[in-house]
């Protein structure tokens, strides 16, 4: 089973900034869409981001346009979110996905591999 793997993950408090990163040592990102998604406690998981393979085009959920950017490595097969001005409604456990096409939507089901998550704690 390919597997991506997560890591930045943290406590901060609210406004501070975070980035997280994804990658993956058993496959090459470069060919695959690649979408961060959250998932709090009680809640289902949503999406955040997206971004296709070239980088040329990415999506981002509204509670996060304009705090969030997602970006790409290829060369060091390597995906990043930055987040900034942090919210304490931004409390989750994010996941990397890798899927075929980075929708609008940010549709959980169009992703087929995952990592095994990385805790944002937005606390004061």
């Known amino acids: 089973q390919l597997q991506l793997v997560e890591s930045g993950g943290g406590l901060v408090q609210p406004g501070g900034s975070l980035r997280l990163s994804c990658t993956a040592s058993e496959f090459t990102l470069g060919y695959y869409a690649i979408g961060w998604f959250r998932q709090a406690p009680g809640k289902e998981r949503e999406g955040v981001s997206c971004?296709?393979?070239?980088?040329?085009?990415?999506n981002y959920a509204d509670s996060v346009k304009g705090r969030f950017t997602i970006s790409r490595d290829n060369a060091k097969n390597m995906v990043y979110l930055q987040m900034n001005s942090l919210k304490p409604e931004d409390t989750a456990v994010y996941y990397c996905?890798?899927?075929?096409?980075?929708?609008?939507?940010?549709?959980?089901?169009?992703?087929?591999?995952w990592g095994q998550g990385t805790q944002i704690t937005v606390s004061s």
């Open positions: 971004i296709n393979f070239s980088g040329g085009i990415t």
């Open positions: 996905s890798a899927g075929s096409r980075c929708s609008e939507y940010l549709i959980v089901r169009e992703y087929d591999y």
